[in-house]
Each structure stands twice: as C-alpha cells, then as structure tokens.
C-alpha cells in the first residue's frame, strides 16, 4: 500500500517563503504522476501543480509564476517551493499520485493521498 507523508509547512509572513516535501513509499515511485492540491477552509480542495512521469508541471493560474514543482525519483520525494506567497494561499496542502500520464487538477484522478499540512499566510 502506498504513502505519502507531508512536511515543511508553517506560518510565514506575505511575500516570504516555504518549501514543502512530500516523501513517499510506494513500488514504482518513478511511474507516477504527482501532484500537489490545497484546501481553505470552507472551500473544496483546488489542484495548484501537476508533475508527471516526464517531469512535465503544469501550474494553475493562481500560483504560477510564484510556485515550482518538482520531484527527485531517487529519493521518492515530491517538493514545492513556494515564493511570494499571499494570504489567500493560505490552506491545507496535500500530495496526490496517480499511475500513468496525468495531468489534471480533478481530485478523483488521483489515487494516493498525503495527511496534508497546514500552511498560513500572515498579511
């Protein structure tokens, strides 16, 4: 059965940093597509990005430009490295992995799930 387990978040000022890690254990790490979701309170969860088998990310516009997804396959980890960060990203961040070639930002196309961690952004 595959994990996934998250780390890094905290609270941070607007305009500051974070960069959080979702380390997995799981058979075939590198035939997955990843992804990282977010979801504030009283809000559904929203895709943010997407990075699949060949390393190709796709961003949703709400964090593009400021947000940089990536995975390292020889330590089975997922990163996110988030700059410039707002108020409104604050949320509960969570990792998803789907097998195959997957793109999207629908919850229901990813198989695994982290715990999550909680992420606050101070104005």
């Known amino acids: 059965q595959a994990q996934l387990t998250e780390s890094g978040g905290g609270s941070v000022q607007a305009g500051g940093s974070l960069s959080l890690s979702c380390a997995a254990s799981?058979?075939?790490?590198?035939?997955?597509?990843l992804a990282w979701f977010r979801q504030a309170p009283g809000k559904e969860r929203e895709g943010i990005a997407t990075i699949d088998r060949d390393h190709q990310s796709t961003y949703a516009d709400s964090v593009k430009g400021r947000f940089h997804i990536s995975r390292d396959n020889a330590k089975n980890t997922l990163y996110l490295q988030m700059n410039s960060l707002k108020p409104e990203d604050t949320a509960i961040y969570y990792c998803?992995?789907?097998?195959?070639?997957?793109?999207?930002?629908?919850?229901?196309?990813?198989?695994?799930w982290g715990q999550g961690t909680q992420v606050t952004v101070s104005s």
């Open positions: 799981m058979y075939g790490y590198s035939r997955y597509s």
């Open positions: 998803a992995a789907a097998i195959g070639w997957v793109r999207t930002f629908i919850v229901n196309d990813y198989r695994f």
